[in-house]
C-alpha cells in the first residue's frame, strides 16, 4: 500500500484567487492521479501526473485552470486558479502501486475546498 | 462511461454479513473486478480485488461469477464503521478508474 498526505486538508477562499494543494507519498511512485469529488457527487479525474513529462488531462480540464507539477517521484501539486464557487470541491491526490498482478490505487484524505 | 451497475443504497444490521452485488456485464477477459469504499468526508478507501478466482482478505470477500458478470462484495461481520459508499469498478492496467455512484451501505445498530 501506500500513505498520502495532502495539505492543505481544507481551506476557505476568496473568488479570483488560486489555492495549491501538495500531495506527498512514502514511497517513489510512477504515476500520480488528481481527483475531483463535487458535492453529492462520484469522484471525476482532472489529470495524470508522471514524473518528468507534462500531465495529461482529461476532457473537461486543462493546464491554465489546473496547473500541476510533478517534481519529483514521491511528490506533486495541484493548483486550482482563478477559482470561483463552482470549484468548491474535495480535491485527492491519488497513486498507483503494484498489486497482485495488477496495479492499485491509493488515495489521500483529501482537500476540502470552499470558494466564497 | 461507468462499466458497472450497483443498487443505489442497502442496509445492514451490525453483526451481520453485508452483501454488496454489482453487475458488469459488458467487462473483456483481462480487465480486474476492484472494490473501493469512501467513508464520510476521507478519500477512497481500496478494499479488494479479483479477476476470475474469489478472493479473500483482512477487510472482505469478493466472490465472482464464473461468466464474470458479476460479483458481490461480502464484509462478513459489519460494524457502524462499515457505513460508507462502496464503488466497484472494473479496471486494466493503466486505464484510468472510472467511479460510478456506488453503493451507499448503512449499517444498522
Known amino acids: 500500500s501506500a500513505v498520502i498526505s495532502q495539505k492543505p486538508s481544507r481551506d476557505i477562499c476568496q473568488r479570483g484567487t488560486s489555492l495549491t494543494i501538495q500531495c506527498q507519498v512514502d514511497?517513489?511512485?510512477?504515476?500520480m492521479f488528481w481527483y475531483r469529488q463535487q458535492p453529492g457527487q462520484s469522484l471525476t479525474l482532472i489529470a495524470t501526473?508522471?514524473?518528468?513529462?507534462?500531465?495529461?488531462?482529461e476532457s473537461g480540464f486543462v493546464i491554465d485552470k489546473f496547473p500541476i507539477s510533478r517534481p519529483n517521484l514521491t511528490f506533486s501539486t495541484l493548483t486550482v486558479s482563478n477559482m470561483s464557487p463552482e470549484d468548491s470541491s474535495i480535491y485527492l491526490c491519488?497513486?498507483?502501486?503494484?498489486?497482485?498482478?495488477?496495479?492499485?490505487?491509493?488515495f489521500g484524505p483529501g482537500t476540502r475546498l470552499l470558494v466564497l | 462511461d461507468a462499466k458497472t451497475t450497483q443498487p443505489p443504497s442497502m442496509d445492514c444490521a451490525e453483526g451481520r454479513a453485508a452483501n454488496l452485488p454489482c453487475n458488469h456485464s459488458?467487462?473483456?477477459?483481462?480487465?480486474?473486478v476492484y472494490w473501493y469504499r469512501q467513508i464520510h468526508s476521507q478519500g477512497p478507501q481500496y478494499i479488494i480485488h479479483?479477476?476470475?478466482n474469489n478472493e479473500t482478505n483482512e477487510m472482505a470477500s469478493l466472490i465472482i461469477t464464473e461468466d464474470r458478470k458479476s460479483s458481490t462484495l461480502i464484509l462478513p461481520h459489519a460494524t457502524l464503521r462499515d457505513t460508507a459508499v462502496y464503488y466497484c469498478?472494473?479496471?486494466?492496467?493503466?486505464?484510468?478508474?472510472?467511479f460510478g455512484t456506488g453503493t451507499r451501505l448503512t449499517i444498522i445498530p
Open positions: 501526473a508522471n514524473q518528468g513529462s507534462e500531465a495529461t488531462y
Open positions: 459488458t467487462i473483456s477477459g483481462n480487465e480486474y
Open positions: 479479483g479477476l476470475k
Open positions: 514511497s517513489q511512485v510512477t504515476m
Open positions: 469498478i472494473v479496471h486494466f492496467g493503466n486505464e484510468k478508474l472510472t
Open positions: 491519488s497513486v498507483e502501486k503494484d498489486g497482485t498482478g495488477q496495479e492499485t490505487q491509493y
